[in-house]
């Protein structure tokens, strides 16, 4: 029979120690339903359980739920102490806290987004560092955030690069110029994934290889040769 979790103190245990017990439990349905009943029973005195979780938890749909409780609690409280773990030592830490203040969404914590989390040597936490900035930034700062994740193009493997580019998507046609520049870039990967985020920008059904591939080609030709090879197969 699986555990059932109770937030209630037991023995006289206060309620953050029998949470923070629960939370990291080796059953990790026990830990998704220690989270699941401190969301549904927001209190701020669980938050420092949930963050110091949230910074080690291996199990995706656990730390999904942490985060939803999370956003359960006050900004005003949960923010301060989210702010911290941005300058985490640990990767999982700084990933979690960024997806995090995704979903709660508060513009405030937009200067927190800095250019050495753009920058995170781990791809993950860039990644997840370039999601909640398409978020939050403000209108008239938008092409500043572009001309910083361009300089990321022809970073990573497949999954690293969609990121980038689905990011730059969103961003909307301020990243234009910035692509047309990065297409020219004597780096050939950086222009492939240029060439290929310009064409996704401008065809979002495409799909992400077939936009590569095209890019590719483009690069390997030039873009006067492929126009030329493009019309003759027409």
Same mark, same amino acid.
């Given at each position: 029979?699986?555990?059932?979790?109770?937030?209630?103190?037991?023995?006289?245990?206060?309620?953050?120690?029998?949470?923070?017990?629960? &939370?990291?439990?080796?059953?990790?349905?026990?830990?998704?339903?220690?989270?699941?009943?401190?969301?549904?029973?927001?209190?701020?005195?669980?938050?420092?359980?949930?963050?110091?979780?949230?910074?080690?938890?291996?199990?995706?749909?656990?730390?999904?739920?942490?985060?939803?409780?999370?956003?359960?609690?006050?900004?005003?409280?949960?923010?301060?102490?989210?702010?911290? #773990?941005?300058?985490?030592?640990?990767?999982?830490?700084?990933?979690?806290?960024?997806?995090?203040?995704?979903?709660?969404?508060?513009?405030?914590?937009?200067?927190?987004?800095?250019?050495? &989390?753009?920058?995170?040597?781990?791809?993950?936490?860039?990644?997840?560092?370039?999601?909640?900035?398409?978020?939050?930034?403000?209108?008239?700062?938008?092409?500043?955030?572009?001309? #910083?994740?361009?300089?990321?193009? /022809?970073?990573?493997?497949?999954?690293?690069?969609?990121?980038?580019?689905?990011?730059?998507?969103?961003?909307?046609?301020?990243? #234009?110029?910035?692509?047309?520049?990065?297409?020219?870039?004597?780096?050939?990967?950086?222009?492939?994934?240029? /060439?290929?985020?310009?064409?996704?920008?401008?065809?979002?059904?495409?799909?992400?290889?077939?936009?590569?591939?095209?890019?590719?080609?483009?690069?390997?030709?030039?873009?006067?040769?492929?126009?030329?090879?493009?019309?003759?197969?027409?």
């Amino acid at each position: 029979m699986q555990e059932v979790v109770s937030i209630n103190p037991v023995n006289g245990t206060p309620q953050n120690v029998r949470v923070a017990d629960a &939370l990291s439990a080796a059953d990790s349905s026990v830990r998704l339903q220690a989270a699941l009943v401190v969301g549904s029973n927001p209190e701020v005195g669980f938050l420092e359980a949930l963050v110091e979780r949230c910074a080690v938890e291996p199990d995706f749909f656990v730390r999904d739920m942490l985060t939803w409780a999370l956003t359960r609690l006050p900004p005003e409280t949960t923010l301060p102490r989210l702010r911290r #773990e941005l300058d985490s030592e640990h990767p999982r830490a700084r990933s979690q806290t960024l997806h995090t203040l995704s979903k709660i969404g508060d513009r405030s914590a937009w200067a927190w987004i800095t250019r050495d &989390l753009l920058r995170d040597a781990d791809d993950e936490v860039a990644r997840t560092a370039w999601r909640v900035a398409v978020v939050l930034v403000p209108e008239d700062e938008k092409k500043g955030l572009v001309d #910083e994740l361009v300089t990321q193009l /022809g970073r990573g493997d497949r999954s690293t690069q969609l990121s980038l580019s689905r990011a730059l998507v969103d961003l909307g046609d301020v990243t #234009e110029p910035a692509l047309a520049r990065a297409v020219a870039d004597p780096d050939p990967a950086v222009a492939a994934h240029a /060439g290929a985020t310009e064409v996704l920008r401008r065809n979002p059904e495409i799909g992400f290889d077939a936009a590569v591939d095209e890019a590719k080609r483009v690069v390997a030709l030039g873009p006067e040769r492929a126009a030329a090879a493009e019309t003759a197969e027409c």
